[in-house]
């Protein structure tokens, strides 16, 4: 087995898209995971090989787990994207990424990094729970054990701790303004961040604190952004395609749809690379797409997720080939978050849901149930909720959302608290009762604050369609779902 570097590349017969000596580091990137790998680092290759400009290459950083800097380590930052199902484009070997580094082992390299004068931008990939948000608050989470670590003076662990270190650094030696941009499914994920690593420089000693928050109201911004692209985790049978088509061994190949969209506000501090050449939309809305992805598609996912899992679906293609499923999506999105949502005008509502029904079914993707259900509890609360707060507002019955959140539910119920994958596992089964039935489980589950806060839990008619939904999983099973949806 012949492993992938950029000499036996080229002893191959293939070469990299850039010449990896024109590269410059320019974009240290938090949350080297597949999604950023298919998205970010490919939009990243395709500007600067429009643009001529390669002061832009990316300095990757691994969060929770070394595994993709042990990967693209040895392979100098080269890996493969693979793309699956109609209008795919043929393999190819992006060379973006001139260096991986393990956040976890070495957090003081990470924040000399970002200090590096040659950096102008940082990206983030860190999933919701990465932000270590406290939502009775709407700030940074300061009770949390890692980012009180983190202020205590460690070699920062969190990525705000990264962040702020190598801001800290930045201001002592004059390295000049950045920008950092959010990349998760997030409302309004540049303002976030921003609050994020205000709050986080804010509770440093005063004599810290006062002179670091005067530089980054100067010196940083945090323009928001919507990314779009279906990255699925490799598996080892992608890997063994790779190595076929390839005739190299690439542990860090990523398999994607052929869509993706970046829609970014332009409003950086110190220059960007020209990623409107790669195809990418710069617009001084990108709270409407936003809202789009978030309640249109992020929701549908995370419907099918959790009634696929209900119905032992492994996939989400799987779930979206049941009928039901299907239909029960499409009138969510059509007839409760279309009217409670304004969309940029670029944008055609119902061709849009129609396309990521299509896309969902994209069985080349292999997206599990499993892993899209996971961290519910981060991800409701913007996906579901403001599509029904806004139903129940304008005097309508959200009952196609109720109907995800009482899948939800039952999975958290009939789930092992060891098999729940979600931050707020432990909390969730502590408010469960012993006996669990849709009479027990929706009030219990409703009455956790900080999901659903106070005025869905007292609000009788949405209480009522969730046990409504959850008492006909419960009774009638799977099938029984199926036919309420096609014909209650």
Same mark, same amino acid.
């Given at each position: 087995?012949?492993?992938?570097?950029p000499?036996?590349?080229?002893?191959?017969?293939?070469?990299?898209?850039?010449?990896?000596?024109?590269?410059q580091?320019?974009?240290?990137?938090?949350?080297?995971?597949?999604?950023a790998?298919?998205?970010?680092?490919?939009?990243?290759?395709?500007?600067?090989?429009?643009?001529?400009?390669?002061?832009?290459?990316i300095?990757?950083?691994?969060?929770?787990?070394?595994?993709?800097?042990?990967?693209l380590?040895?392979?100098d930052?080269?890996f493969?994207?693979?793309?699956?199902?109609a209008?795919?484009?043929?393999?190819?070997?992006?060379?973006?990424?001139v260096?991986?580094?393990?956040?976890r082992?070495?957090?003081?390299?990470?924040?000399?990094?970002?200090?590096?004068?040659?950096?102008?931008?940082?990206?983030?990939?860190?999933?919701?729970?990465g932000?270590r948000?406290?939502?009775?608050?709407?700030?940074?989470?300061?009770?949390?054990?890692?980012?009180q670590?983190?202020?205590?003076?460690?070699?920062?662990h969190?990525?705000?701790g990264?962040i702020?270190?190598?801001?800290q650094?930045?201001a002592?030696?004059?390295?000049?303004p950045?920008?950092?941009?959010?990349? =998760?499914?997030?409302p309004?994920?540049?303002e $976030? &961040?921003?609050?994020m690593?205000?709050?986080?420089?804010? @509770? *440093? %000693? !005063?004599?810290?604190?006062?002179?670091?928050?005067?530089?980054?109201?100067?010196?940083?911004?945090?323009?928001?952004?919507?990314v779009?692209?279906?990255?699925?985790?490799?598996?080892?049978?992608?890997?063994?395609?790779?190595?076929r088509?390839?005739?190299?061994?690439?542990?860090?190949?990523?398999?994607?749809?052929?869509f993706?969209q970046?829609?970014?506000?332009?409003?950086?501090?110190?220059?960007?690379?020209?990623?409107?050449?790669?195809?990418?939309?710069?617009?001084s809305?990108?709270a409407?797409?936003?809202?789009?992805k978030?309640?249109?598609?992020?929701a549908?996912h995370?419907?099918l997720?959790?009634?696929?899992?209900?119905?032992?679906?492994?996939?989400?293609? =799987?779930?979206?080939?049941?009928?039901?499923? $299907? &239909?029960?999506?499409?009138r969510?999105?059509?007839?409760? @978050? *279309? %009217? !409670?949502i304004?969309?940029?005008p670029?944008?055609?509502g119902?061709?849009?849901?129609?396309?990521?029904?299509s896309?969902?079914?994209?069985?080349a993707?292999?997206h599990?149930t499993?892993?899209?259900g996971?961290?519910?509890s981060?991800?409701?609360?913007?996906?579901l909720?403001?599509?029904?707060?806004?139903?129940?507002?304008?005097?309508?019955?959200?009952?196609?959302?109720?109907?995800a959140v009482a899948?939800?539910?039952?999975?958290?119920?009939?789930?092992?608290?060891?098999?729940?994958?979600?931050?707020l596992?432990?909390?969730?089964?502590?408010?469960?009762?012993?006996?669990?039935?849709?009479?027990?489980?929706v009030?219990?589950?409703l009455?956790?604050?900080?999901?659903?806060?106070?005025?869905?839990?007292?609000?009788a008619?949405?209480?009522?369609?969730?046990?409504h939904?959850?008492?006909t999983?419960?009774t009638?099973?799977?099938?029984?779902?199926?036919?309420e949806i096609?014909?209650?």
């Amino acid at each position: 087995m012949t492993r992938l570097t950029p000499s036996t590349l080229a002893a191959s017969g293939h070469q990299t898209a850039i010449q990896r000596d024109k590269l410059q580091p320019g974009i240290v990137h938090l949350g080297l995971g597949a999604f950023a790998r298919a998205h970010t680092a490919v939009f990243t290759e395709e500007a600067m090989l429009a643009s001529g400009d390669f002061d832009w290459g990316i300095v990757g950083v691994t969060q929770r787990s070394d595994t993709v800097a042990r990967q693209l380590s040895p392979q100098d930052g080269l890996f493969t994207v693979a793309e699956r199902g109609a209008g795919a484009a043929p393999l190819r070997v992006v060379s973006s990424i001139v260096e991986a580094l393990s956040g976890r082992d070495k957090p003081q390299e990470v924040a000399d990094r970002i200090a590096a004068a040659s950096t102008r931008i940082v990206t983030l990939t860190i999933t919701e729970k990465g932000y270590r948000f406290d939502p009775s608050t709407g700030s940074l989470n300061l009770a949390d054990a890692e980012v009180q670590a983190d202020l205590a003076g460690r070699a920062p662990h969190t990525a705000v701790g990264q962040i702020i270190r190598g801001l800290q650094q930045r201001a002592r030696t004059g390295a000049g303004p950045v920008t950092v941009v959010s990349c =998760d499914n997030l409302p309004g994920n540049g303002e $976030l &961040t921003g609050t994020m690593v205000r709050a986080f420089a804010a @509770a *440093l %000693p !005063t004599a810290e604190s006062g002179p670091l928050l005067a530089w980054l109201e100067q010196n940083v911004t945090f323009p928001s952004t919507m990314v779009d692209r279906m990255v699925p985790a490799t598996t080892p049978a992608d890997l063994d395609d790779v190595e076929r088509e390839l005739g190299l061994r690439d542990e860090a190949a990523v398999v994607a749809e052929p869509f993706k969209q970046w829609v970014i506000e332009d409003n950086f501090a110190a220059g960007r690379p020209r990623w409107e050449d790669a195809g990418a939309l710069f617009s001084s809305d990108v709270a409407a797409w936003e809202a789009a992805k978030l309640r249109l598609l992020n929701a549908s996912h995370s419907m099918l997720a959790y009634l696929g899992l209900a119905a032992g679906k492994e996939t989400i293609s =799987d779930a979206v080939g049941q009928t039901a499923f $299907l &239909t029960a999506c499409r009138r969510m999105m059509v007839e409760e @978050a *279309l %009217p !409670t949502i304004t969309l940029p005008p670029e944008l055609d509502g119902e061709q849009y849901c129609s396309q990521v029904l299509s896309r969902f079914a994209n069985p080349a993707l292999g997206h599990t149930t499993a892993k899209v259900g996971s961290d519910g509890s981060q991800k409701l609360g913007l996906r579901l909720l403001p599509t029904i707060r806004g139903t129940l507002d304008a005097g309508r019955e959200p009952r196609w959302a109720a109907l995800a959140v009482a899948a939800w539910m039952h999975h958290v119920a009939t789930s092992p608290v060891a098999d729940l994958n979600d931050p707020l596992a432990t909390q969730l089964h502590a408010v469960l009762p012993a006996t669990r039935t849709a009479a027990t489980v929706v009030p219990a589950l409703l009455g956790f604050h900080p999901i659903f806060g106070q005025d869905l839990a007292q609000h009788a008619a949405f209480t009522e369609l969730v046990l409504h939904w959850y008492r006909t999983l419960e009774t009638d099973g799977p099938d029984g779902l199926g036919n309420e949806i096609n014909h209650g």
